[in-house]
């Protein structure tokens, strides 16, 4: 049994199989972003009518690509990889947020980032093996409408909505102070390349702090009615742009899609902090 004293040198180190598992997640959800960034650009120049995308057609979009339950079973593979490095980012510190009142507030976004790519992973893989599912509720949106039932619901779900829009602003703050430019290690890139992919990353942060910004009020708002159908997923959020016009929609579109294109990027160019 000398063989097995060899076994720690052939296996991964824990972090390094979280490093790995954290590139693994940012290129699938990358893709995810490019995916929903289309689609909803599609809608803004009306290829698809009125249809603004949600969670479903994103999945079924690559599940209709060429080996297309693959990819939805690699896709939800890697959210579970990006899962793994928000729970790292929030339970062992590897940013360095401390637990200073701003730290952990920090920590607290991570950790609920966790959850949400959790259950975005669950449908991911629920759908990769039963090849289809029938039409249901965003999984996140489904859970906000049963909080809102609870005892004290209200309040719990104006926290909530505070909660999504204060992580809004603090994309929008990420875009426009340059916070962002850390997650990706620049080094190997020309000047050229590093001024493209951070005005990639500072439109893409504004887009998503835009759809955050949405789902916090209309959050709020529902806690604050105590309607529950007032609770905004992404597809309610494309709808509110599309109210104000194709080109608010096809804006914020192009800037999903942006996104996924600068996690990628990170997925091949990352800076994992402490692990």
Not at 28 to 41: P, R
Not at 55 to 77: C, D, N, S, Y
Not at 139 to 152: D, E, K, T, W
Request: hydrophobic share 50%; charged share 10%; net charge positive.
């Amino acid at each position: 049994m000398a063989w097995v004293s060899f076994l720690p040198d052939l296996l991964p180190s824990p972090a390094t199989s979280l490093k790995a598992g954290a590139r693994y997640g940012f290129a699938s959800l990358g893709f995810v972003y490019l995916v929903l960034g289309g689609l909803a650009t599609l809608a803004a120049l009306g290829v698809r009518g009125s249809t603004t995308p949600n969670q479903r057609e994103v999945f079924e979009t690559i599940q209709h690509m060429p080996l297309g339950q693959v990819l939805l079973w690699l896709v939800a593979g890697g959210l579970l990889g990006y899962v793994a490095w928000r729970l790292a980012q929030a339970l062992l510190d590897t940013e360095n947020k401390g637990l200073s009142l701003t730290g952990v507030a920090v920590r607290g976004f991570y950790l609920c980032s966790g959850v949400l790519y959790a259950l975005l992973a669950f449908y991911a893989g629920k759908m990769a093996w039963y090849g289809r599912l029938p039409r249901e509720e965003d999984a996140g949106r489904s859970l906000l409408q049963r909080v809102l039932h609870h005892p004290h619901g209200q309040g719990w779900l104006a926290l909530i909505g505070v909660v999504v829009l204060s992580a809004g602003l603090l994309q929008l703050y990420r875009a426009w102070s340059g916070k962002f430019d850390t997650d990706i290690n620049g080094r190997p890139l020309t000047p050229a390349q590093r001024r493209v992919v951070y005005h990639m990353g500072q439109v893409g942060y504004s887009a998503r702090s835009v759809v955050l910004g949405i789902m916090g009020y209309f959050c709020f708002l529902a806690a604050h009615h105590a309607n529950s159908n007032e609770i905004r997923d992404t597809e309610g959020c494309f709808n509110a742009l599309q109210a104000l016009g194709p080109a608010a929609l096809g804006t914020v579109a192009i800037g999903l899609a942006l996104y996924g294109l600068y996690l990628l990027i990170q997925a091949r160019f990352p800076r994992l902090g402490n692990v």
